[in-house]
Nanobody
Framework: QVQLAESGGGVVQAGGSLRLSCAAAGRTFSSATMGWFRQAPGKEREFVATISWSGGSTSYADSVKGRFTISRDNAKNTVYLQMNSLKPEDTAVYYC??????????????????WGQGTQVTVSS
């Protein structure tokens, strides 16, 4: 089992920045891929970014590439999502997730078995 808890969401103007955090407990955090997803009202949950267990490999959705950065601190069992140059279309509930297979780094939500409760990010124009 893995317990995940996101924090850091809020309301920000377009062009601003936010940093989300996800604290993990349970399964050995430092040996597993971690991911961020988001879900806007009326839309399906979508992939945002993933990071390998070591932090040496990352993957991003095209819509956030160059603006968002995923990172992790294994000593603190925490994964982060730094979001810069935010746009109104980034408004969503953001979730961190851990895959069923600790090595999986893909975008398929069905491969992620553990989810946090989500944190709301609202970007005003």
């Amino acid at each position: 089992q893995v317990q995940l808890a996101e924090s850091g969401g809020g309301v920000v103007q377009a062009g601003g920045s936010l940093r989300l955090s996800c604290a993990a407990a349970g399964r050995t955090f430092s040996s597993a891929t971690m991911g961020w997803f988001r879900q806007a009202p009326g839309k399906e949950r979508e992939f945002v970014a993933t990071i390998s267990w070591s932090g040496g490999s990352t993957s991003y959705a095209d819509s956030v590439k160059g603006r968002f950065t995923i990172s992790r601190d294994n000593a603190k069992n925490t994964v982060y999502l730094q979001m810069n140059s935010l746009k109104p279309e980034d408004t969503a509930v953001y979730y961190c997730a851990a895959p069923r297979s600790s090595w999986y780094m893909g975008p398929r939500t069905a491969e992620y078995a553990f989810w946090g409760q989500g944190t709301q990010v609202t970007v005003s124009s």
